[in-house]
């Protein structure tokens, strides 16, 4: 498995943008697949993005269209730019990595073996 360690949550108004930042450890980051998920208080743990080994991409519709992941090997770091911030998107952000195959099918919590600590993002209005 991969320690995961997610940072650049913090506090922004509506309207603004934000990147999230998560670097995993060892030799083999470039071989997973790595997601994106996010939990609001009381509620479940949602997926909001994914990106392959290879660099394809799936989002979640809430974030279609404004935001953006992305991933550097080279780094060992995946980030999750979203941009036109809504108050709903307030949540405690984290990201995970699976090997399953890259599709829409493999995208629950539970297909993700390893996950990091979270960073809270709060959207004010």
């Known amino acids: 498995q991969v320690q995961l360690v997610e940072s650049g949550g913090g506090l922004v108004q509506a309207g603004g943008s934000l990147r999230l930042s998560c670097t995993g450890s060892?030799?083999?980051?470039?071989?997973?697949?790595m997601g994106w998920f996010r939990q609001a208080p009381g509620k479940e743990r949602l997926f909001v993005a994914a990106?392959?080994?290879?660099?394809?991409?799936i989002y979640a519709n809430s974030v279609k269209g404004r935001s953006t992941i992305s991933r550097d090997n080279a780094k060992n770091t995946v980030y999750l730019q979203i941009n036109s911030l809504k108050p709903e998107d307030t949540a405690v952000y984290y990201c995970?990595?699976?090997?399953?195959?890259?599709?829409?099918?493999?995208?629950?919590?539970?297909?993700?073996?390893?996950w990091g600590q979270g960073t809270q993002v709060t959207v004010s209005s």
């Open positions: 995970a990595a699976h090997r399953k195959p890259f599709n829409s099918a493999n995208l629950d919590s539970t297909d993700f073996g390893s």
């Open positions: 060892g030799r083999t980051f470039s071989s997973y697949n």
């Open positions: 990106v392959s080994w290879s660099g394809g991409t």
